[in-house]
């Protein structure tokens, strides 16, 4: 335990860029979420067909292949990234095709008479979408978002495959120095582990900032002046 100490530094270098990478990632991934979900939405086919089209590319294939892709085959077709680059955009694509369809499916799960009141008040679609719709699912979307974001903070660890120095990646080269398999993985697991439950708390944040809150009964109607008793 005492020689693995000595490496803290080490591991406090991965632990920055395993929280740059989740942080980056995340932000591409809402991004792509909101353009493929919204995209799929859209009566165009021309929109919907392709959106559709790289959800289930993205979605049907394996995160290392596209990370290998990214990072191994681009160069074949003069196109070099940088391992983090790659890491990023293929944890943002990935992921972001998951959360669109939590964007898609908290929205046209909206009860038709919000739409139906925003064309009567000849609101366009896409004002109707942004002050209307949007607001209104997100509440619906956090909670399943905020899986993604797990997923995509436990999935950030395979960036360590093309020699991004991250938790995973300099937590290999301190077991390898020391020998200390079980000390070393044991202490990543409780770093991933904590770090999952700031996640969370993010998320429990927002709900509580977004999802409106239940309208309290009173304890006693009749001293509040009404003739009848609310319903249980």
Not at 21 to 27: D, E, G, I, R, Y
Not at 125 to 144: D, H, Y
Not at 176 to 183: I, L
Request: charged share 15%.
């Amino acid at each position: 335990m005492s020689e693995v100490l000595e490496y803290m530094p080490l591991l406090r270098s991965g632990l920055i860029t395993t929280v740059l990478v989740t942080v980056l990632a995340a932000l591409l991934a809402l991004v792509t979420a909101f353009a493929f979900g919204l995209a799929r939405l859209s009566r165009h086919r021309l929109l919907s067909w392709p959106a559709a089209c790289l959800v289930e590319f993205f979605r049907g294939t394996s995160l290392v292949v596209q990370l290998f892709w990214l990072f191994f085959a681009l160069p074949f077709f003069g196109i070099q990234l940088e391992p983090l680059v790659a890491g990023v955009i293929a944890l943002g694509l990935n992921e972001g095709a998951y959360a669109s369809e939590v964007v898609r499916g908290a929205i046209s799960s909206r009860p038709k008479g919000q739409t139906e009141a925003a064309v009567a008040l000849n609101m366009r679609p896409g004002l109707r979408m942004r002050r209307i719709l949007i607001p209104q699912s997100i509440p619906a979307m956090l909670p399943p978002m905020g899986n993604v974001m797990v997923d995509l903070l436990k999935n950030s660890s395979l960036v360590s495959m093309v020699t991004v120095a991250d938790l995973t990646f300099n937590a290999g080269l301190i077991r390898t120095s020391t020998g200390e398999t079980a000390v070393v993985y044991g202490l990543i697991l409780v770093v991933y582990f904590l770090l999952s439950l700031v996640i969370s708390a993010i998320v429990a944040l927002l709900e509580r900032r977004y999802t409106p809150a239940p309208r309290r009964r009173p304890l006693f109607p009749a001293l509040m002046g009404r003739r009848e008793a609310v319903p249980a």
